[in-house]
């Protein structure tokens, strides 16, 4: 079974700084897809950024981009120029690459604060 | 375009009645997947539901079912609540294929007393 690790609970960061959070997943699979999602108090789940395994390119959205390492597993993203917006929980998600497997296993969470 | 659209967005339960929740995905997307997330579990998957079918199942008692029907839209029930099923309960639709994403909904609170 497929799992996600997410070791920092909480992070904080002033505005307009670089801050990483960071994601361990295990999986005997080659290929599978890698989430960032991020849930804001309102409750709603947003995708921030996708990362297919095939890919060896790191993708990047705007501020956003992460460091996929596939050998060691691990699936950190960046957040450039933090503003205060970006404050939510952050989920990290795999998702096989399977047609019909939609089923998302996701990490605990990393909560971040922006600090003005 | 609509997202997805759960209803109602909050409920009170007492332990022992039953309850059903509502979503509706976005137009076009024909995958349901239901998740429970609480402080302690984190984002559970329940089952996810394609063609009126359920095509994957987590790993939860028998007393969390769910349906499908053919205008997509689903439904989930949670029989003889207990005070551990209180939680957030998200739908997430996709379109069907490798790199279908999911979108989710707002989710619906259950507080069971």
């Known amino acids: 079974a497929q799992t996600v690790t997410q070791s920092q609970p909480e992070m904080s960061v002033q505005e307009a700084e670089t801050v990483t959070l960071s994601c361990t997943y295990d999986?005997?699979?080659?290929?599978?897809?890698l989430f960032w999602y991020k849930q804001p108090p309102s409750r709603q789940m947003i995708l921030v950024i996708r990362?297919?395994?095939?890919?060896?390119q790191n993708a990047t959205e705007n501020r956003f981009s992460v460091n996929f390492q596939k050998a060691a597993k691990s699936f950190s993203l960046k957040i450039s120029d933090s503003q205060l917006g970006d404050a939510a929980m952050y989920f990290c998600?795999?998702?096989?690459?399977?047609?019909?497997?939609?089923?998302?296993?996701f990490g605990q969470g990393t909560r971040l604060t922006i600090n003005p | 375009k609509a997202g997805v659209t759960q209803t109602p967005r909050y409920l009170i339960k007492t332990r022992g009645q039953q309850v059903t929740l509502s979503c509706s995905p976005i137009s076009g997307h024909r995958s349901v997947s239901w998740y429970q997330q609480t402080p302690g579990q984190g984002l559970q998957f329940l089952f996810e539901?394609?063609?009126?079918?359920?095509?994957n199942k987590g790993n939860f008692p028998g007393r969390f079912s769910g349906r499908q029907f053919s205008n997509s839209r689903s439904e989930m029930n949670v029989s003889t609540l207990e005070l551990g099923d209180s939680a957030l309960y998200l739908c997430?639709?996709?379109?069907?294929?490798?790199?279908?994403?999911?979108?989710f909904g707002q989710g619906t609170r259950l507080t069971v007393v």
């Open positions: 539901y394609f063609s009126e079918t359920q095509r």
């Open positions: 999986t005997s699979e080659s290929d599978y897809y």
């Open positions: 998600a795999y998702r096989r690459l399977v047609q019909g497997a939609q089923k998302l296993v």
């Open positions: 997430a639709s996709s379109l069907v294929g490798f790199s279908g994403e999911a979108f």
């Open positions: 990362q297919e395994a095939y890919k060896q």
